[in-house]
T-cell receptor, first 111, second 115 residues
């Protein structure tokens, strides 16, 4: 089955800095790569996703890049703010909405 | 729309007891799933369903049963609770257009402690 590795496990940045979280996947048939944000005590919520026919996608301060050849994808957050502090999960899916998640990255943004 | 509703939010069980976590969605989603979340382990898929009457195992199915008699409901049953099943459980649903994966909508979670 699919295996998703996520790095780093924790990331501390100063407000205004950029943050990058990287994931690799094992199944070349995977074609959908979402990122979820989970605030403390809350449910995970989708923040951005990308499909395998696209190399990059942006939404305001958030961007995701995908390298199908290398089987890795990354989340980029620019101009970080304290409210960006949360756990971020990457995931991969080969279809039918069945997602395999990475272990998560705790992002801490200091004022 | 209420979205995905899970009950109970908190539960304490003794080893060997059984219980059912309830999950309901009102978005007419075909796909529903259960995940467990443990510290440092991310979200791991327990069971999933691509439609009423169809269920399948995920990554960590042992000790859990599911059924899908209606589109709206997808209960998760713990047959004989063990301390290793102490976790936070999330139900999630998605519109699944066949092989196309869509956004997963999660419930608020159920925190289960097995003593």
């Amino acid at each position: 089955g699919e295996n998703v590795e996520q790095h780093p496990s924790t990331l501390s940045v100063q407000e205004g800095d950029s943050a990058v979280i990287k994931c690799t996947y094992s199944d070349s048939a995977s074609n959908y790569f979402p990122w979820y944000k989970q605030e403390l005590g809350k449910r995970p919520q989708l923040i951005i996703d990308i499909r395998s026919n696209v190399g990059e996608k942006k939404d305001q301060r958030i961007a995701v890049t995908l390298n199908k050849t290398a089987k890795h994808f990354s989340l980029h957050i620019t101009e970080t703010q304290p409210e960006d502090s949360a756990v971020y999960f990457c995931a991969a899916s080969g279809g039918y909405s069945t997602l395999t998640f990475g272990k998560g990255t705790m992002l801490l943004v200091s004022p | 729309n209420a979205g995905v509703t899970q009950t109970p939010k908190f539960q304490v069980l003794k080893t060997g007891q059984s219980m059912t976590l309830q999950c309901a969605q009102d978005m007419n989603h075909e796909y529903m799933s259960w995940y467990r979340q443990d510290p440092g382990m991310g979200l791991r898929l327990i069971h999933y369903s691509v439609g009423a009457g169809i269920t399948d195992q995920g990554e960590v199915p042992n000790g859990y049963n599911v059924s899908r008699s209606t589109t709206e409901d997808f209960p998760l049953r713990l047959l004989s609770a063990a301390p290793s099943q102490t976790s936070v459980y999330f139900c999630a649903s998605s519109y699944s257009g066949g092989t196309l994966t869509g956004e997963l909508f999660f419930g608020e979670g159920s925190r289960l402690t097995v003593l």
